[in-house]
């Protein structure tokens, strides 16, 4: 009887101890499987972020793009109105106007050759100046037609963070 209980109390502990190491096994086999799955999963998700993420700036560039053609279009016929006839338009003011009402764009201003305004879509003082902002400074020292954006600063008129856009134009006179 002793030795039954003596080997009934054995199986029972390699029972026990075959339980605990299948059991151990198991947490083991586990967090294996789930770390390998989980980095599978995360590597997965990843490329679909680093995808969704291109598709968006690709996006968001031809937005840009887009919003900077209509910008350079209006400077455009700006530029043709006051080459050919030394104002803006009445009609064209109107779609100056307008188009001021659009979230990207907050003002659109026209100066003279010595930088003070002589038309902006927001009411400004026309002693106000800015021969000496750099997107001035390119537009007027730049023989070429073409659209300038300067780099972002601090608005004189506004106060407010704003990226220029200049576009040189020639008086009928020539200046």
Known sequence: MTVWKYLNHSVLQWLRFGLCATATGLCLLSFYLAGTLGERYADADLEEIYEDNSNNALVLEENINQMLSKIDMVLLFTQLDLENH??????????????????????????????????????????????DSEHFKKASVSNADQLYIGAAWISLSTEKPSIFLSRRYQTPAGG
Not at 91 to 101: A, F, I, S
Not at 108 to 123: C, E, K, M, W
Request: charged share 10%; aromatic share 8%; glycine share 4%.
């Open 86 to 131: 030394g104002k803006i338009l009445p009609e064209h003011q109107l779609l100056l106007e307008k188009l001021c009402q659009s979230p990207s764009i907050f003002n659109i201003a026209v100066t003279d050759n010595q930088g003070y305004f002589i038309y902006s879509s927001l009411p400004l003082p026309n002693s106000m100046n800015i021969a």
